[in-house]
């Protein structure tokens, strides 16, 4: 994870330094880059500033030379005349001197023009040679030159690092202190998610995190523990950081802070120490993760340098976005003192980010914490691989392009698991003579992006170009051939054109839906006219009769060029599409864009219902409102259509659902948009039906979404139906029947639960026909197990907590419940040797809950107070939850008491005793409902 970090930064030197090692190929300095073609010929391009320096930076307002050579290799370079070159570049940073962006090759192979810089940025200029070679054949080759605009005058790029230790300079010896460096730049203004490296003899401290590597965070600040050893005396710690400059090269800024390792006053002993660490997977210490990575989180306590164990700490996460999760919020310390968590990182999106983990306890009556500082590590997008489907492209036609982005920080460089925008270009399109479907699409979450690039009418080879659209994103290029312009004759056939699909997605065979889309295409004539009496063959891209099948194999073009083909869906879904050939001429092609084959309809596995807030403020407020999100999809993971509408019921009839989004549809549904829908559910009703539930169970309500659908199961012959071999039910738990209100969550229907009555028989089906769990679905040919129906109610519940507002608590002390008011009696403290010692700590438990014996509302706190001692107890903060078996939690903590110490007229100690104090706890609710109990301890 680390080392990932550091493979993008030497990645991005690399990128630096081969920049200028290519600009300097040619022998003609800073600005050239030469491309051979496989025949031999060179192609040169060269950049130099107005004054005839070579170089690849341009000032905003002035022009630089662009030259370019294309010459043939051999004993004698011989230059290539008259060859047409085509400059592509962005027009929003600089401005070519040739109007068309064309010009020819002269009788030396040369050609050139200017580059005038219009805004700040970095750009690659393209440059396409066309030209017949020695033995009469077309060719094309590219070559690039990376250049920088930059501002007329570039400020000086400075800015500050400065060091503070907490506390002063001195550190005592066997204790962790506290190192800030705070990151400015030459506006004063902090400077984040920017590595700061630390060094120092670690003889006298080490790191926490042991790297020594640090992020900034939005104040611009980066944190380190510094531990010292027992070896005492002076040290200087030193910091470096980098500040983003107004060119290509960052500038270093450094700092130094003096400090000294002193005596803790205690000689022969050490202090009680916590200490934090991470480590990856491989056991080496780590503090950056990216999407998907594992830390271990240890935790050691020592006291006079032995390991102490049976010891609680708390983990707490410090991050203002959710960068991270811990499995767990507490850890004990095992024989060698050691406490464990795991951290696991979040897709956190694509900026780098900083947060901290912290670690305390409570130990022999001091709180011991510290912070450690890790960084979020953001994927880098890049473009994998761009694939085009049919090549030479015919005039005119169409193909499909798939794209593959990849996570280029990443040593195995995995597909993409996040989504993310492709920005698609070409030079053809630039000047309006190619065009995709959809310039700007949406990958999947396996990294894919599938388009339609349309020839327009370029007539020479085009050069595709994708990046990612995020900042720091690796794009790429690849060429698409495509077919020359044919010579001008009035109706004669040059090019067929895709036109369109009607629809554009299908239901398969027997669902009742849509099973047949027409697809239509154009031959033209080289004017673009169209040409009419011209058959076209059509065949399907994937040749699998399961997912779709031609009832036309060839058609006649009528006046407007125009020939259709009927596409009839299968029994399996998939996507599929569609070529046209010309009869005759095989050159002249195209391929429809992709049309999808699906039930349309939601399987029993494919819908999913959660709520927003599992336990509301609902059962003493009337108004509240949670959001309810119900996903559906088909049995192949494709979106069910939009308008599908779903159906809600809630038990008991408590509560009051409505669309979200859609005002105008019916109370109790929501209609489906991009295969989801959410309702709100609102706090409305009377209550009493659910403070009389079952036992353990009062306060609960089940809300369940249905709509028409089938059933789930296993494929395993592979041929889109449920037949002989195919497994129903799948693995795992599923859902039989008629859908029904489980009121006391058992899983079960008893028979005074209600239920939706699907076939309106009056009567509850439990999926059972015969004895035997059948089928309800579009395509079954299962020789025992089919239903009677092809239909049924797919469902899902949630179930929703109704906590109430005032907070029942209860403190027990060894299991004894302590009154409100009552007292606790703590270990009394001892006479040592003159000194007085604490007593033991009192182990106590705390349960808060509502009326009903549930989760108090989500995000009420609970919060403890001791004013004479100490505890071990930072506060706790009730999760989002609808869980019954967590309800309301038990949690403990340990009480420490104060002391005083009795002396005699002579001033020496004659015993202890401890110092009566209280102890109180308040639960606060998110509507600002305030519960206390106190006690007295002693």
């Given at each position: ?31 050239g ?134 506390g ?34 670690s ?50 800024v ?11 006053g ?8 916590l ?6 997977s ?6 950056v993760?990216a ?5 271990t ?15 609680k ?53 001091q ?58 270009t070409s ?59 044919p010579?001008?004759s009035?109706?004669v ?9 009607t ?13 047949t ?33 031609l ?8 006046g ?98 409505r669309?979200a ?10 209609v ?19 403070d ?17 659908g ?36 058992s ?20 999926g ?33 907590v ?49 009326l ?16 004479a ?18 309800g ?11 002391f ?38 002693r």
């Amino acid at each position: 994870m680390r080392f990932a970090y550091l493979r993008r930064f030497f990645a991005a030197c690399f990128l630096f330094f081969a920049t200028t090692l290519l600009l300097t190929a040619c022998g003609g300095g800073a600005g050239g880059s030469t491309t051979t073609t496989p025949a031999g010929d060179t192609l040169r391009i060269q950049l130099s500033l107005a004054d005839g320096s070579p170089g690849n930076r341009i000032v905003v307002g002035t022009a630089a030379n662009v030259r370019l050579t294309l010459y043939r290799e051999g004993n004698a370079a011989k230059p290539i005349a008259n060859a047409r070159v085509t400059f592509a570049f962005n027009a929003e940073l600089a401005r070519l001197g040739l109007p068309s962006g064309q010009t020819l090759t002269d009788a030396t192979g040369t050609a050139t023009t200017t580059l005038t810089g219009l805004a700040q940025g970095v750009d690659t200029l393209v440059a396409t040679a066309e030209y017949t070679d020695a033995g009469g054949a077309a060719q094309s080759v590219n070559v690039s030159l990376l250049y920088e605009v930059v501002p007329t005058t570039t400020p000086p790029s400075s800015g500050s690092l400065t060091l503070a230790l907490a506390g002063g300079s001195q550190l005592l010896s066997g204790t962790q202190g506290s190192v800030t460096a705070q990151l400015l730049d030459a506006s004063g203004r902090p400077v984040s998610n920017t590595i700061v490296n630390f060094e120092n003899d670690s003889s006298f401290a080490t790191f926490s995190p042991e790297s020594g590597t640090v992020l900034t965070n939005a104040e611009g600040i980066a944190s380190l523990g510094l531990i010292a050893t027992a070896k005492l005396g002076a040290d200087q710690l030193k910091a470096v950081a980098e500040l983003p400059g107004g060119g290509v090269v960052p500038t270093t800024v450094n700092a130094v802070l003096n400090y000294q390792v002193v005596s803790n006053g205690s000689p022969g002993t050490t202090p009680p120490l916590l200490s934090l660490a991470a480590t990856d997977s491989a056991g080496q210490g780590d503090n950056v993760v990216a999407p998907g990575d594992m830390l271990t989180l240890t935790a050691v306590l020592l006291d006079n340098g032995l390991p102490v164990a049976n010891q609680k700490i708390r983990f707490i996460l410090q991050s203002s976005s959710p960068l991270a999760s811990l499995n767990s919020g507490t850890a004990t310390t095992n024989a060698q003192g050691r406490a464990q968590v795991q951290l696991s990182a979040l897709s956190g999106g694509f900026l780098a980010g900083a947060f901290s983990v912290s670690a305390s306890t409570v130990y022999r009556g001091q709180t011991l914490s510290l912070d450690l500082p890790l960084s979020y590590l953001p994927p880098v997008p890049g473009i994998g691989s761009i694939a085009v489907a049919a090549q030479p492209l015919s005039y005119r036609g169409s193909t499909t392009v798939t794209i593959q982005v990849i996570d280029t920080s990443r040593v195995n460089r995995p597909a993409l698991a996040q989504s993310v925008v492709v920005k698609l270009t070409s030079i053809c399109q630039g000047k309006g003579l190619a065009d995709f479907d959809d310039a700007n699409p949406t990958t999947d979450l396996q990294g894919v992006a599938v388009v339609t690039y349309r020839d327009l009418g370029c007539g020479h080879n085009d050069v595709l170009s994708a990046i990612p659209d995020i900042t720091s994103a690796v794009g790429a290029s690849q060429t698409i051939q495509l077919s020359p312009v044919p010579q001008s004759s009035p109706g004669v056939p040059a090019a067929v054109q895709f036109v369109d699909a009607t629809p554009t997605s299908l239901q398969i065979r027997g669902s009742g839906g849509s099973e047949t889309a027409v697809v239509r295409f154009r031959v033209v004539d080289a004017n673009a006219q169209p040409v009419a009496n011209q058959t076209l063959n059509f065949t399907l891209q994937e040749q699998l009769a399961s997912i779709a099948s031609l009832n036309t194999a060839s058609a006649v073009t009528d006046g407007q060029g125009l020939a259709g083909a009927a596409v009839a869906a299968g029994t399996v879904g998939g996507p599929v599409a569609v070529v046209a050939t010309l009869a005759g001429n095989t050159a002249l092609s195209a391929q429809s864009s992709q049309l999808l084959v699906s039930t349309r309809i939601p399987h029993q596995n494919g819908f999913s219902l959660s709520v927003d807030i599992g336990n509301p403020e609902f059962h003493d407020y009337d108004g509240v409102v949670v959001n309810a999100t119900l996903t559906a999809s088909d049995r192949y993971g494709n979106p069910v259509p939009d308008g599908m509408v779903v159906s809600f019921k809630t038990e008991g009839g408590i509560g009051v659902v409505r669309d979200a989004l859609n005002t105008t549809s019916p109370v109790g549904s929501c209609v489906i948009r991009n295969s989801s829908c959410t309702v709100t559910l609102t706090s409305a009703g009377n209550r009493s039906l659910l403070d009389q539930s079952p036992a353990g169970l009062h306060g609960r309500m089940t809300l369940i979404a249905f709509a028409r659908g089938e059933d789930s199961f296993a494929d395993n012959n592979g041929d889109g139906r449920f037949s002989d071999g195919d497994t129903f039910p799948p693995a795992g738990s599923y859902r039989y029947g008629e859908p029904y209100i489980d009121g006391n969550e058992s899983g079960v229907r008893d028979i005074d639960e209600e239920f939706l009555d699907f076939d309106g028989d009056g009567v509850y089906n439990d999926g059972q026909e015969g004895g035997l769990f059948t089928y309800h679905g579009l395509s079954c040919s299962h020789a025992t197990l089919c239903s009677a129906r092809n239909t049924r109610y797919t469902f899902d519940r949630s179930v929703v907590v109704w906590s109430g507002s005032a907070a029942n608590i209860v403190v027990r002390n060894a299991g004894v419940a302590v009154a409100n008011g009552g007292t606790i009696i703590l270990p009394a403290p001892t006479l040592v040797s003159g000194t007085c010692v604490e007593g033991a700590p009192r182990a106590l438990t705390l349960r808060v809950a509502d009326l009903n014996d549930q989760s108090m509302p989500a995000a009420t706190t609970v919060a403890l107070a001791l004013d004479a001692g100490n505890l071990d107890f930072d506060g706790y903060t009730v999760p989002n939850t609808n869980s019954a078996a967590l309800g309301a939690p038990t949690i403990s903590f340990n009480v420490i008491g104060a002391f005083t110490t009795i002396v005699d007229a002579s001033g020496n100690a004659t015993g202890c005793q401890t110092t009566p104090g209280t102890i109180g706890v308040t639960v606060t609710t998110p509507k600002g409902n305030v519960s206390i109990w106190n006690a007295v301890v002693r």
